[in-house]
């Protein structure tokens, strides 16, 4: 069971590049999320989706757009990528059913200079 | 908007010693549920425990258990017999109720952590 996946683990982007941060889950699960964590912060949520073809804005969603054109995937792509983004970049997914469950992929650390 | 306070940046006791990681939250809901994360240096992200707002009884799991105080709004996470492995960052989480969020899926708001270190 791979669970949530994602890709790179790394990168670094300069200034004004773009680029996607792939996730997904084998689990079937409807809801995903995308959360970033800054250096000596706690999680914030970017992006989420309740299914496919539907998604929201969290609380720091500003420089980002998602899509969810199937149950398993869910990237994330930055455009024009500023230094503010340097962050690590969090996919988790749970299942309607039991959305307290969610399980979160190993993380994307993004720099960005 | 609902906020998660951890006031503890940095805690470290000894190896087999009790520890309690504090959280506070601020929501106008009544209906929700909080969280404790693990973070240990691999950066996964592991739950360790739950609470539904809605139960009296404080959950445990094994040697973790909580101390859920509504009318404070208060979260702390008690650590039995503190092992080696329990070195990481903590964070304390809220989500809404489903009721409460139209059904959806709002995630979780998370605290900014406790980095917590066993020593031996």
């Known amino acids: 069971n791979a669970g949530v996946t994602q890709t790179p683990k790394f990168r670094i982007l300069k200034i004004g590049q773009s680029m996607t941060l792939q996730c997904t889950q084998d689990?079937?699960?409807?809801?995903m999320y995308w959360y970033r964590q800054d250096p000596g912060m706690g999680l914030k949520l970017i992006y989420y989706?309740?299914?496919?073809?539907?998604?929201d804005k969290g609380e720091v969603p500003n420089g980002y757009n998602v899509s969810r054109s199937t149950t398993e995937d869910f990237p994330l792509r930055l455009e024009l990528a500023a230094p503010s983004q340097t962050s690590v970049y969090f996919c988790?997914?749970?299942?309607?059913?039991?959305?307290?469950?969610?399980?979160f992929g190993q993380g994307t650390r993004l720099t960005v200079v | 908007a609902q906020t998660v306070t951890q006031s503890q940046p940095e805690m470290s006791v000894q190896e087999a010693e009790t520890v309690t990681l504090s959280c506070t939250y601020d929501?106008?809901?009544?209906?929700?549920?909080l969280f404790w994360y693990k973070q240990p240096p691999s950066r996964q992200m592991i739950l360790v425990i739950r609470?539904?707002?809605?139960?009296?009884q404080n959950a445990t799991e094994n040697r973790f258990s909580v101390n859920f105080q509504k009318a404070a709004k208060s979260f702390s996470l008690k650590i039995s017999d503190s092992q080696l492995g329990d070195t990481a960052m903590y964070f304390c989480?809220?989500?809404?109720?489903?009721?409460?969020?139209?059904?959806?899926?709002?995630?979780?708001?998370f605290g900014k952590g406790t980095h917590l270190i066993i020593q031996p």
């Open positions: 689990m079937n699960h409807n809801y």
């Open positions: 929501t106008s809901e009544n209906n929700y549920y």
């Open positions: 609470q539904e707002a809605y139960k009296q």
């Open positions: 989706s309740v299914g496919a073809g539907i998604t």
């Open positions: 989480a809220f989500m809404k109720h489903a009721i409460n969020s139209g059904g959806g899926a709002d995630g979780l708001t």
């Open positions: 988790a997914s749970s299942s309607a059913s039991r959305r307290t469950e969610a399980f």
